[in-house]
């Protein structure tokens, strides 16, 4: 019996399936169509290739189902509890807006209705002294209202400075728990224990609002898989690219709120070691959407400035993943203009792209890409998807007729679109957080992304590209190597002049157990990985720099290296530091990492002074040229083998273009490089 880890990545068009012999070492990938609407029945369709599925010993799942129902506000119908006074706040929001001079800008909706929001005449002062007791008849009588209204699915309960002290929180869900029996709630203190009112506000509202669907989703998941006997243990991909358990995952889904494309930036970490790749920005391009990221100096980049449309911010730690509307299934249409647009309304899995044959109409970045030939119409997915190229071409055809341009002409403008898309999120992550494009190594996946190598490392000026193994699925490939871990913080204000060090080494032991605990109860009992650091800032600033400190424990000694590298930082980010100036400590962090085991690379063959063979040619537009290229099947190429442009490298889930100017190399882990030649 052999037992597998199996990697699923449930992607707007197509589910990604990765399977890890334990024994063997052997990694298998392979998709199929997503299935809107019903995600788990395609997750099943796709498991039929096992021939046994109880060899499955974990399942490491990425999903989408809290991104959409946040992002197409199709969550639960939800209640807002709060201090008396503080109501308002989701609504109120921030004193700024996204443009100072549009009249018509309409401030964006929170995540709950003004008339389930209730207050309850409670109060903490800012050290998490008791001002006003909390009323139990008071309490009873919101938990009356709620359970008359209906409709109300969960509860958010988000009170004044319950970041120094949760009593308040905690007796609040105590009491509602016996008030409304199984009724899901979140409390600002489990889900975001920091300051600011309207950032936790926001966060715990859209943990209770994705609650319920979540976990009625994990719960159809665990019985279709107890169905087909899969019982052994069932990962989900956190927003942090770590995984915890489904249990965990219903307590706390708003850490699943990005959980597929953190696969991609996971696996990109690994690359990044066995290239010896110092900064890398990966860029994931699939049927719908396209995520770009930045690994710098072998570390990924974390945030909690997510926001799921403009001014409505979900702060729990995650990945720094930029999204754009710029995919494979991307629609190109034309404005009140005149104008050509890609995107971002996407064609999905049903119908798909026009030639998929299942119905679509409107052409798409993939139509374009197969009527300039850089997809073959007989090799799609490895030749097992029949694809239509005279609908494709049709339909290009009848686009082109409203621009006075050509099913070719318009076929290239179209990818030109996509790509300048594509190029301003490459910019997002690099030159507006202050990075220079040429220290960077452009790392492209999803199906989509290995065609767009090389234009988008011209116009982006970034000097070399790597096309990793498995491109098409490597999210999935990335779940392989993630790791169990908790990321905590917590607010605990302080100044450098009245620094408590006591009170500082308290706040990082709590945050070391919790952690340690959470992770324990999944399961993942020993070889932990404890990562500290300290959100801080000059006295009076309104941002904070994150300053790492790894000491067991601050002390005298080394406490003013904290001071030391928060000016150094600041002067590396903001170009000046202020020497003497006092600095506030603001937030404790904890990142706790749990090591699994994962797939060893695997060398491939060498060259030893053979060419690569093309196993066939045919007529390619680049630009402003067609020319004839050659085609390689990757599974050919060996350790050492070079290849000049123009050619497409074929695979069965992508292909990779290298442009008449370009040169790739394939290293010892089978992985493709692309630089100017």
Same mark, same amino acid.
């Given at each position: 019996?052999?037992?597998?880890i199996s990697?699923?990545?449930?992607?707007?068009?197509?589910?990604?399936f990765?399977?890890?012999?334990?024994?063997?070492?052997e990694?298998?990938?392979? %998709?199929?169509?997503?299935?809107?609407?019903?995600?788990?029945?395609g997750?099943?369709?796709?498991?039929?290739?096992f021939?046994?599925?109880?060899?499955?010993?974990? +399942?490491?799942h990425?999903?989408?189902?809290?991104?959409?129902?946040?992002?197409?506000?199709?969550?639960?119908?939800i209640?807002?509890i709060?201090?008396?006074?503080?109501?308002?706040?989701?609504?109120?929001?921030?004193?700024?807006?996204?443009?100072?001079?549009?009249?018509?800008?309409?401030?964006?909706?929170?995540?709950?209705? @003004?008339?389930?929001?209730?207050?309850?005449?409670?109060?903490?002062?800012?050290?998490?002294?008791?001002?006003?007791?909390?009323d139990?008849?008071?309490? =009873?009588?919101?938990?009356?209202?709620?359970?008359?209204?209906?409709?109300?699915?969960?509860?958010?309960?988000?009170? *004044?400075f319950?970041?120094v002290?949760?009593?308040?929180?905690?007796?609040?869900?105590?009491?509602?728990?016996?008030?409304? &029996?199984?009724?899901?709630?979140?409390?600002?203190?489990d889900?975001?224990?920091?300051?600011?009112?309207?950032?936790? #506000?926001?966060?715990?509202?859209?943990?209770?609002?994705?609650?319920?669907?979540? $976990?009625?989703?994990?719960?159809?998941?665990?019985?279709?898989?107890?169905? %087909?006997?899969?019982?052994?243990?069932?990962?989900?991909? %956190?927003?942090?690219?770590? +995984?915890?358990?489904?249990?965990?995952?219903? /307590?706390? &889904?708003?850490n699943? #709120?990005?959980?597929?494309?953190?696969?991609?930036?996971?696996?990109?970490? @690994?690359?990044?070691?066995?290239?010896?790749?110092?900064?890398?920005?990966?860029?994931?391009?699939?049927?719908?959407?396209?995520?770009?990221?930045?690994?710098?100096?072998?570390?990924e980049e974390?945030?909690?400035?997510?926001?799921?449309?403009w001014?409505?911010?979900?702060?729990?730690?995650?990945?720094?993943?930029?999204?754009?509307?710029?995919?494979?299934?991307? +629609?190109?249409?034309?404005?009140?203009?005149?104008?050509?647009?890609?995107?971002?309304e996407?064609?999905?899995?049903?119908?798909?792209?026009?030639?998929?044959? @299942?119905g679509?109409?409107?052409?798409?970045?993939?139509?374009?890409?197969?009527?300039?030939?850089?997809?073959? &119409?007989?090799?799609?997915?490895?030749?097992?998807?029949?694809?239509?190229?005279?609908?494709?071409?049709?339909?290009?055809?009848?686009?082109?007729?409203?621009?006075?341009? $050509?099913?070719?002409?318009?076929?290239?403008? +179209?990818?030109?679109?996509?790509?300048?898309?594509?190029?301003?999120?490459?910019r997002?992550?690099?030159?507006?957080?202050?990075?220079?494009?040429?220290?960077?190594?452009?790392m492209?996946?999803?199906?989509?992304? &290995?065609l767009?190598?090389?234009?988008?490392?011209?116009?982006?000026?970034?000097?070399?590209?790597?096309?990793?193994?498995?491109?098409?699925?490597f999210?999935?490939?990335?779940?392989?190597?993630?790791?169990?871990?908790?990321?905590l /913080?917590?607010?605990v204000?302080?100044t450098?002049?009245?620094?408590?060090?006591?009170?500082?080494?308290?706040?990082?032991?709590?945050?070391?157990?919790?952690?340690?605990?959470?992770?324990?109860? /999944?399961?993942?009992?020993?070889?932990?990985?404890?990562?500290?650091?300290?959100?801080?800032?000059?006295?009076?600033?309104?941002?904070?720099?994150?300053?790492?400190?790894?000491?067991?424990?601050?002390?005298?000694?080394?406490?003013?290296?904290?001071?030391?590298?928060?000016?150094?930082?600041?002067?590396?980010?903001?170009?000046?530091?202020?020497?003497?100036?006092?600095?506030?400590?603001?937030?404790?962090?904890?990142?706790?990492?749990?090591?699994?085991e994962?797939?060893?690379? %695997?060398?491939?063959?060498?060259?030893?002074?053979?060419?690569?063979?093309?196993?066939?040619?045919?007529?390619v537009?680049?630009?402003?040229?067609?020319?004839?290229?050659?085609?390689?099947?990757?599974?050919?190429? *060996?350790?050492?083998?070079?290849?000049?442009?123009?050619?497409?490298?074929?695979?069965?889930?992508?292909?990779?273009?290298?442009?008449? /100017?370009?040169?790739?190399t394939?290293?010892?882990?089978?992985?493709?490089?692309?630089? =100017?030649?």
């Amino acid at each position: 019996m052999s037992n597998y880890i199996s990697g699923i990545d449930v992607g707007g068009t197509f589910t990604d399936f990765v399977s890890f012999d334990q024994e063997t070492k052997e990694v298998k990938v392979w %998709k199929n169509l997503t299935t809107p609407g019903e995600p788990i029945n395609g997750v099943l369709t796709g498991l039929e290739e096992f021939e046994n599925v109880q060899d499955i010993e974990q +399942i490491r799942h990425g999903t989408t189902i809290a991104t959409n129902a946040i992002l197409e506000r199709k969550g639960a119908e939800i209640a807002y509890i709060t201090t008396k006074g503080f109501r308002d706040v989701p609504f109120i929001q921030r004193a700024n807006r996204k443009s100072h001079y549009d009249l018509s800008w309409i401030k964006p909706k929170p995540l709950v209705k @003004r008339r389930n929001c209730f207050e309850i005449d409670e109060r903490l002062t800012h050290k998490g002294e008791t001002l006003a007791k909390i009323d139990e008849n008071e309490v =009873k009588q919101v938990a009356e209202e709620i359970k008359a209204r209906g409709n109300i699915e969960a509860v958010a309960i988000s009170t *004044l400075f319950s970041y120094v002290d949760p009593k308040h929180e905690e007796k609040l869900r105590s009491l509602l728990e016996e008030y409304l &029996p199984g009724m899901p709630i979140s409390i600002s203190y489990d889900v975001l224990p920091k300051w600011k009112e309207y950032e936790r #506000a926001s966060t715990v509202i859209a943990d209770a609002y994705i609650k319920p669907i979540v $976990s009625s989703y994990l719960k159809q998941l665990s019985e279709r898989f107890r169905e %087909k006997d899969i019982t052994n243990n069932i990962g989900i991909m %956190k927003s942090n690219g770590g +995984i915890m358990t489904l249990a965990a995952t219903g /307590q706390a &889904p708003i850490n699943t #709120a990005v959980s597929g494309p953190t696969g991609g930036v996971v696996g990109a970490k @690994r690359i990044a070691e066995q290239c010896n790749i110092d900064h890398l920005v990966t860029l994931d391009m699939g049927g719908t959407s396209t995520d770009v990221a930045i690994i710098e100096n072998g570390n990924e980049e974390l945030t909690t400035n997510f926001e799921i449309e403009w001014g409505v911010p979900i702060q729990v730690p995650m990945i720094d993943i930029r999204t754009i509307g710029a995919g494979g299934g991307s +629609i190109a249409w034309i404005d009140n203009g005149g104008m050509l647009n890609v995107g971002p309304e996407s064609a999905g899995a049903d119908p798909g792209p026009v030639c998929y044959g @299942r119905g679509g109409e409107n052409p798409t970045v993939t139509d374009a890409n197969l009527i300039l030939g850089r997809l073959s &119409p007989d090799n799609f997915l490895g030749g097992s998807m029949e694809i239509d190229y005279e609908a494709a071409y049709q339909a290009l055809e009848r686009l082109g007729k409203k621009l006075n341009m $050509s099913a070719e002409e318009t076929a290239s403008a +179209i990818i030109k679109i996509a790509n300048n898309s594509m190029v301003g999120a490459l910019r997002m992550v690099l030159v507006e957080e202050g990075h220079d494009p040429r220290d960077f190594t452009l790392m492209n996946f999803g199906g989509a992304g &290995p065609l767009h190598a090389c234009d988008l490392m011209e116009i982006a000026e970034i000097p070399k590209a790597v096309i990793p193994m498995h491109p098409g699925q490597f999210s999935a490939v990335g779940f392989m190597y993630s790791d169990a871990r908790v990321d905590l /913080q917590r607010t605990v204000q302080m100044t450098s002049s009245k620094f408590d060090i006591d009170r500082a080494n308290e706040v990082f032991q709590q945050l070391k157990e919790t952690g340690i605990n959470d992770l324990s109860s /999944q399961g993942y009992t020993d070889n932990y990985n404890i990562i500290t650091s300290i959100e801080m800032r000059y006295l009076g600033q309104n941002y904070e720099l994150d300053v790492p400190f790894n000491e067991e424990e601050i002390n005298e000694e080394n406490v003013q290296q904290i001071w030391n590298t928060f000016h150094e930082m600041h002067d590396e980010r903001f170009g000046f530091k202020i020497d003497g100036e006092a600095m506030e400590v603001v937030t404790f962090k904890v990142t706790i990492i749990c090591k699994t085991e994962k797939p060893a690379g %695997k060398n491939i063959e060498k060259a030893n002074g053979s060419q690569a063979v093309p196993k066939d040619e045919r007529l390619v537009h680049f630009d402003q040229e067609s020319l004839m290229t050659a085609i390689y099947d990757r599974d050919t190429l *060996l350790d050492g083998h070079e290849i000049y442009g123009p050619a497409i490298v074929e695979e069965n889930a992508s292909s990779t273009i290298v442009g008449p /100017q370009h040169k790739l190399t394939v290293d010892s882990f089978g992985n493709m490089h692309i630089e =100017k030649r």
